[in-house]
């Protein structure tokens, strides 16, 4: 077991791109934690999909031991979080697991929204924070008003903020050594009853479930019975190690240290993020505070292409959510698509992560419908609904009134764009709540539904200002307004997976865009097809799609009939990529094209 | 009863040369200067033997020398490869044995030696009876000659049929209502009448690729175009007996019907295409279609086919839907099942039906007019059901 005041834990708190994970594998590998030759960049983002959208998505850690100035050996965990908001979960939770951040900021970028979010968690845990600009040797590098940016936007004192090239190795002894001097070494009794905070827990293929704590007080042993206080699951630890980032035995974890153990444990469900873990005799009395589970907040259906995959993708989905908690699942059925899984998600990232990793892992094509939220029905007779599928809303008459989760957004962005900022989100029925300057760049921050954001917010936001704006947000709670269920008929048909909740005022236009899309969507067909939308049984919207009137080969003769076999072959291959509704045949893009809109 | 002889059995002979090359045709057809006809000669004759010796015992109910430009065939080669077709086989009665003619002045002059060598029926390529028009596709001949052959032929043969292709460019449906009416006035027992259609690969596609084919028809036009030519036919009393072919009743194509009707066809010459049904089995040949190659490979191997394979079942199933629907009387349910080895489904057939697409007797469907109007997707339909 290793002093307290030789301990220093810390996460690293940064806008995508401006360097978080180069500046975790220069100190790994400035202090010989991995040999050079095992060296690969971005080394704790062990997913592909992680390295390959230079995004973290789990908490990783890595132990490293460093020999200060001051002659002492430290250890030094660090803990590696995810950025982006759809993980701000398991950013709170790893943040309460350390006492202290670097808070990287690019000196010519400068602050991000979604610095800002994460900043704001570290303070909240009541974390010690070095800023440290990076990417100091490129031309565009202006530390000085970054400094000043850092100050004004975030109120942290940044006049000591540490320059650094991560690229080139640059500052980094700085970084190491402001770790041991400016943050605080962790707080804890050896003697007193043990108390482990659960912050993360993976699947591994060869040890089963492994737990990542952090030991508040007390100490944890290999063999000790350990009891979850949330779950009350008795467990006992088969192994103890720390990462360095691979596992390496140890005989026992005292208080402030981090470190991972394995006992046997089934599943990731079993384990709660956040829970507290204490022995199973003499144990302690009070949990640590603030457990609260993952909650999913976007919904959408996946169903396979083929239908014959369906059980392909059950046990696809099955695996995935072993290893992740925060993705929900059950069966739906569509009478459009056929069967498939209706899928909660934290946000839309983690909604395309999920659906990337069962395509490409799982070798899976894969129909995704339009995302929805959770909206909360309250019934006439006081019930109150979680509502995760448009598909599923009751008759209106039982309903007294609907509610819609809101978040509160913020926008930065340079104020040549400001303008088509306010206009995106008073289209999105925002309510603007602040404004405000840092220099030549604005931040506003929103209350807008999340319903209007999960549709093409960010790609809408991107692109009006030329990828220049970056964007964050947290759920902020919900609000009743006039939610209407519209529906979408194809040839009179209600298409279930085309339906959607929307507010009133916004559906005839909603309505008309969906119809005027569906009509370029699906091919004509021998017969005319009305396309409708409508509220209950109020049409809001029509299309009619114009039979075809010719398509006939002129001329076929015998030596023809090879060639135009194999054309009719391929028409039948397309002819599989469509979805049978009724009498008509809806293109599977349609599913998603046609929710994919302006304004 | 053999299921081929629902359709019966026929030989197609390939002729692959031309004059010059139709900027709108993408059959396998060559401009060649010198071409050794004697060689030519005793390759066919060798192939209708080789072919022979497995059809032995058939009754043959046609003939058929297509292009290319088969009237570029001196008169004693068509007479030599019919003599060794009558050694070959036992010729039907009715035997139709037709050439496809360019309405040239040169080739009407060969007409009385075609007929005296046993042909019975020519089809003349006359294509459009305006001058301007026949100069857009690239045809050699002018409308006056046209007509001048066409009277030659008339004379000369007891059958004559020619092609038109309408809804050329900038063609007006007004102008067409006319042309056809006045090609109706020509006495053939036979037209037939095909709508523009630009392949890839040919000088058309590639000026439709790059731009440069104006004033074509967009669907809508095309469709009006096709509704006027089955009007203006059937009140002359010729109805479209297929997609793009008018008879007289009695005068239709004998020898095309046998591919509609998926009869046995022999395929012999470059890049000729046969069907010939064995016990249970229903093979498909190609010859090499390269001229050259297919006249050395017969030379060395005694035999210019480049593919023979048997054909699956669902293939055969969709190669006899995709043909028999193009005809009037449509297609035999109990033969499609033979095939397919399963069943149109009754509730689709019942669908179609109801949109007016088919109609239904005993075992046997038929395109209606609208439906024959979207075949190719209807087709497909019927094919996945």
């Not at chain 1, 974390?127 to 004004?152: C, F, T």
């Not at chain 1, 391929?570 to 994919?596: D, N, T, W, Y």
């Not at chain 2, 100069?135 to 008339?154: P, Q, Y």
């Not at chain 2, 203006?232 to 008018?246: K, P, R, T």
Request: aromatic share 8%.
């Amino acid at each position: 077991m290793t002093q307290l005041d030789l301990i220093r834990n810390f996460s690293i708190v940064a806008h995508i791109d401006h360097g978080k994970s180069t500046l975790a594998d220069r100190l790994i590998q400035s202090t010989g934690t991995v040999k050079d030759r095992d060296m690969k960049a971005q080394l704790l983002d062990s997913m592909d999909i992680e390295r390959e959208r230079g995004i973290t998505i789990k908490a990783n850690t890595v132990r490293i031991e460093y020999p200060a100035k001051d002659g002492k050996t430290y250890i030094l965990n660090l803990i590696d979080t995810p950025g982006h908001v759809d993980f701000a979960y398991e950013v709170s939770r790893s943040m309460r697991a350390v006492e202290g951040s670097l808070l990287v900021v690019d000196a010519s970028q400068g602050v991000e929204a979604q610095t800002l979010a994460n900043v704001y968690q570290a303070l909240d845990a009541g974390h010690e924070i070095v800023p440290v600009l990076n990417k100091i040797d490129l031309p565009a590098a202006e530390p000085e008003r970054i400094k000043q940016q850092i100050e004004d936007v975030i109120g942290l004192d940044a006049k000591d903020a540490i320059l650094i090239s991560a690229k080139s190795g640059l500052g980094i002894p700085d970084v190491l050594e402001a770790i041991v001097t400016r943050l605080p070494a962790p707080k804890g009794d050896r003697e007193a009853p043990l108390k482990a905070m659960l912050v993360d827990s993976w699947y591994d293929a060869y040890l089963g479930v492994v737990v990542m704590v952090r030991i508040m007080d007390g100490v944890m042993k290999k063999g000790d019975r350990i009891r979850m206080m949330q779950t009350n699951a008795v467990y006992g630890i088969d192994t103890l190690a720390v990462l360095k980032p691979q596992m390496v035995d140890i005989a026992e974890l005292g208080p402030g240290e981090i470190g991972v153990f394995t006992a046997s444990i089934k599943q990731v469900r079993d384990t709660r993020v956040g829970d507290t873990i204490t022995h199973e005799r003499k144990g302690c009395e009070t949990p640590l505070p603030g457990f609260k589970p993952a909650q999913p907040v976007v919904f959408c259906g996946l169903f396979p292409v083929d239908a014959a995959d369906f059980e392909a993708l059950r046990d696809a989905i099955e695996k995935l959510s072993l290893n992740d908690a925060s993705f929900s699942s059950e069966m739906e059925t569509s009478a459009a698509l056929g069967f498939g899984f209706r899928c909660g998600f934290l946000g839309l990232l983690h909604l395309e992560v999920i659906r990337d990793r069962l395509e490409r892992e799982y070798d899976l094509d894969l129909i995704t419908t339009a995302p929805s939220v959770v909206f909360k029905l309250y019934m006439k007779d006081g019930e109150v609904r979680d509502l995760h599928n448009p598909a599923d809303m009751p008759d209106l008459t039982f309903v007294d009134h609907i509610e819609e989760p809101r978040i509160k957004a913020t926008i930065m962005v340079p104020d040549d764009y400001l303008g088509d900022i306010l206009k995106l989100c008073q289209d999105r029925r925002g309510i603007q709540l602040d404004l405000s300057y840092a220099g030549s760049r604005a931040m506003v921050v929103y209350d807008l539904p999340l319903a209007e954001v999960v549709f093409d917010f960010y790609d809408r936001l991107k692109s009006v200002t030329k990828g220049y704006a970056s964007f964050d947000y947290t759920i902020s709670g919900y609000r009743e307004d006039f939610l209407v269920k519209m529906s979408i008929l194809v040839n009179e048909e209600p298409v279930d997976a085309l339906s959607m909740m929307v507010h009133r005022d916004r559906a005839e236009a909603r309505g008309r865009a969906m119809v005027e899309k569906l009509k370029e969507l699906i091919p004509r067909h021998m017969f005319k097809i009305p396309i409708q939308a409508a509220i209950g049984s109020r049409v809001i919207a029509r299309e009619t799609l114009s039979a075809m009137r010719k398509d006939v080969t002129a001329k076929c003769y015998g030596g023809d009939a090879t060639r135009k076999r194999k054309l009719l072959d391929k028409q039948k291959a397309g002819k599989k990529r469509m979805r049978q509704f009724g009498k008509v045949e809806i293109p599977q893009e349609a599913f998603i094209s046609a929710l994919k809109m302006d304004g | 009863m053999e299921d081929w002889r629902n359709g019966g059995f026929g030989l197609y002979l390939h002729w692959p040369f031309c004059q010059s090359k139709c900027p709108y045709c993408d059959f396998n057809s060559h401009v060649s200067t010198r071409i050794d006809q004697d060689r030519w000669q005793r390759a066919y004759l060798s192939e209708i033997s080789r072919v022979g010796a497995e059809t032995q015992g058939r009754l043959l109910n046609s003939v058929y020398f297509g292009g290319g430009t088969p009237s570029l065939m001196r008169p004693e080669l068509v007479s030599a490869i019919l003599a060794r077709v009558r050694a070959t086989w036992t010729l039907a009665n009715d035997c139709e044995i037709t050439l496809e003619a360019n309405p040239g002045s040169v080739e009407a002059g060969r007409f009385r030696g075609y007929r005296d060598a046993g042909v019975n029926r020519v089809s003349m390529g006359i294509q459009a009876l305006a001058d301007g028009d026949l100069r857009a596709l690239g045809r050699a001949h002018s409308v006056a000659e046209a007509r001048a052959a066409f009277d030659v032929a008339r004379t000369t043969f007891d059958r004559v049929s020619f092609d038109l292709i309408y809804a050329r460019q900038n063609q007006t449906l007004k102008n067409w209502q006319k042309e056809l009416s006045d090609a109706l006035t020509m006495a053939a027992d036979h037209i037939s009448l095909y709508q523009l259609t630009v392949e890839d690969g040919t000088a058309f596609g590639d000026r439709l690729a790059h731009g440069k084919l104006r004033g074509l028809p967009g669907e809508e036009l095309s469709a009006d175009f096709y509704a006027a030519t089955q009007e203006i036919c059937g009140a002359a009393g010729m109805d479209a007996y297929e997609v793009s072919n008018h008879a007289k009743t009695g005068s239709e194509s004998r020898h095309n019907l046998i591919y509609w009707r998926a009869g046995d066809y022999v395929g012999i010459g470059p890049g000729a295409h046969g069907r010939l049904s064995q016990n249970d089995d229903r093979w498909a040949t190609e010859g090499l279609r390269a001229p050259g190659a297919w006249l050395s490979k017969v030379e060395s191997e005694g035999n210019g086919e480049a593919l023979r394979e048997i054909l699956r079942p669902a293939d055969r199933a969709a190669e006899y839907l995709m043909m028999s629907l193009r005809l009037r009387e449509g297609m035999s349910l109990p033969r499609y099942s033979s095939f397919a080895g399963d069943r149109i489904s009754p509730q689709k057939l019942a669908d179609l039906v109801e949109i007016g697409m088919i109609s239904v007797a005993t075992n046997q469907i038929r395109a209606t007019d609208a439906g024959r109007m979207v075949l190719n997707t209807l087709i497909a339909e019927l094919s996945a059901a």
